[in-house]
């Protein structure tokens, strides 16, 4: 069965300490990784996807990396805004419109 | 810059009821999507609609649920007679086919009561 696990649950920062969030996964025939932000009482927000392992992809203070088993995501100077749950969900098979496995998410707080 | 939309934000029912929640994806996409988060839980998705039929749908979606495109713009899904374990926020998601990245709404936040 395809699963999704993150860890830690949840993980508090001051502003400034960087850190790593982590994603393992257990797909039969990755087709993509996708990392979300989800603001409390909101939709996921896209942030990047990755399709093979080595891939690296950044926007800002974050930075997605992708093993064949699992992925991270460093941040790197966090602020205050960058407080939310981080979702990482998977997609399998062969087309890219088939549905994402979400893990439970990691929820971060940066505290100033 | 395009977005999902979904209405109503708050839907509150008695148990028994039908509730319809609606999406209007974003307007050259081509594959939808609903998933719920029940409260503290995971995303899990439900059901994909693609070229006016489903794609695929999940074990949680059974003959209480339907899913319709009844215009160029909408997208609704139905619970027949809703049960209090169908409280979830419900996300709705489209893809535009070039891309593998489904956009999410903001949600709709459904209380059975």
């Known amino acids: 069965e395809d699963q999704v696990t993150q860890s830690p649950e949840a993980l508090r920062l001051q502003e400034g300490e960087s850190s790593s969030l982590n994603c393992s996964y257990t797909?039969?025939?990755?087709?993509?990784l996708f990392w979300y932000r989800q603001d409390p009482g909101k939709g996921p927000e896209f942030l990047f996807t990755?399709?093979?392992a080595g891939e690296e992809k950044e926007k800002e203070r974050l930075k997605a990396t992708l093993t064949k088993k699992e992925s991270f995501l460093h941040i790197t100077a966090p602020k205050p805004e960058d407080s939310a749950t981080y979702l990482c969900?998977?997609?399998?098979?062969?087309?890219?419109?088939?549905?994402?496995?979400f893990g439970a998410g990691t929820r971060l707080a940066v505290h100033p | 810059e395009p977005e999902v939309t979904q209405t109503p934000s708050h839907q509150v029912t008695q148990m028994g009821q039908e509730v319809i929640l609606r999406c209007v994806p974003i307007?050259?996409?081509?594959?939808f999507y609903w998933y719920r988060q029940i409260l503290g839980q995971k995303v899990e998705f439900l059901v994909s609609?693609?070229?006016?039929?489903?794609?695929?749908k999940s074990e949680i979606f059974d003959d209480q649920f339907s899913v319709e495109r009844p215009d160029g713009s909408n997208f609704t899904l139905k619970i027949r007679s809703t049960k209090l374990e169908d409280s979830a926020m419900y996300f709705c998601?489209?893809?535009?086919?070039?891309?593998?990245?489904?956009?999410f709404g903001p949600g709709t936040r459904l209380t059975v009561l």
């Open positions: 609609f693609y070229n006016n039929e489903i794609s695929e």
């Open positions: 990755l399709y093979s």
């Open positions: 998601a489209s893809l535009s086919g070039g891309t593998d990245t489904q956009y």
């Open positions: 307007s050259n996409h081509l594959y």
């Open positions: 797909v039969s025939g990755l087709r993509g």
């Open positions: 969900a998977v997609q399998a098979g062969t087309g890219g419109y088939n549905k994402l496995i």
